[in-house]
């Protein structure tokens, strides 16, 4: 049974730091690459993240770029994003996603949602 699990979401303060993890099961982490995405009320989601099934390679997209970090754990079987400053627009839902290297199977978490406030 394929499961990914994202956690460490909640209510943050402004200017805090955030990590969010993406603990999966059920397939063979290793050949996935593991994407983050946002959604606000009412529309689509988007892109935070995409790291490589080796790390070879990372996409951040720009409105990402600084604040924005992906990184993975094979051996745990785990994916994470970390947030620095977050800001009031980052309120979002989070999902994680994992797509097979080769055959595009696609898999997606139920999502963790953030909320920053004072």
């Known amino acids: 049974q394929v499961q990914l699990v994202e956690s460490g979401g909640g209510l943050v303060q402004p200017g805090e730091s955030l990590r969010l993890s993406c603990t999966t099961s059920g397939f063979t982490f290793s050949t996935y690459g593991m994407s983050w995405y946002r959604q606000f009320p009412g529309q689509e989601r988007e892109l935070v993240a995409f790291?490589?099934?080796?790390?070879?390679?990372?996409h951040i997209p720009d409105f990402a770029q600084g604040r924005f970090t992906i990184s993975r754990d094979n051996d745990k079987k785990t994916a994470y994003l970390d947030v620095n400053s977050v800001k009031p627009e980052d309120t979002a839902k989070y999902f994680c996603?994992?797509?097979?290297?080769?055959?595009?199977?696609?898999?997606w978490g139920q999502g963790t949602q953030v909320t920053v406030s004072s």
């Open positions: 790291i490589t099934s080796n790390s070879d390679r990372i």
């Open positions: 996603k994992a797509v097979h290297r080769y055959d595009g199977t696609t898999y």
